[in-house]
């Protein structure tokens, strides 16, 4: 089983930023695919980002609606993935979700993840 926790979501104003964290605890971490996505009240849950892990070179893929905004990244040693946010926007407001999955495939697809954490709450004021 692998827990995962979110943090760093809050409060902010359009065109501020945040940094979004994800620890993983339970299984190993280094060989996992991590995601990241949102849920806005009423809409359907949405991928923005996810990374390999390293032996696929650690590569990543991002959602059209956040690419050049967002950065995902992972540092194995801590067993975290990270989500720079920038230049935030008000309809980024959401509920944020760390995801995890054993398997490569389709990374945009929320169901192909095995684990979610508990979401972190991102609220962009205008």
């Known amino acids: 089983q692998v827990q995962l926790i979110e943090s760093g979501g809050g409060l902010v104003q359009a065109g501020g930023s945040l940094r979004l964290s994800c620890v993983a605890s339970?299984?190993?971490?280094?060989?996992?695919?991590m995601g990241w996505f949102r849920q806005a009240p009423g809409k359907e849950r949405e991928f923005l980002a996810a990374?390999?892990?390293?032996?696929?070179?650690?590569?990543?893929d991002y959602a059209d609606s956040v690419k050049g905004r967002f950065t995902i990244s992972r540092d194995d040693a801590k067993n975290t993935v990270y989500l720079e946010m920038t230049s935030l926007k008000p309809e980024d407001t959401a509920v944020y979700y760390c995801?995890?999955?054993?398997?490569?495939?389709?990374?945009?697809?929320?169901?192909?993840?095995?684990?979610w954490g508990q979401g972190t709450q991102v609220t962009v004021s205008s």
């Open positions: 995801s995890a999955r054993w398997r490569s495939g389709r990374l945009s697809n929320p169901n192909e993840y095995d684990y």
């Open positions: 339970g299984r190993p971490f280094t060989v996992m695919y």
């Open positions: 990374v390999a892990w390293s032996g696929s070179g650690s590569t990543t």
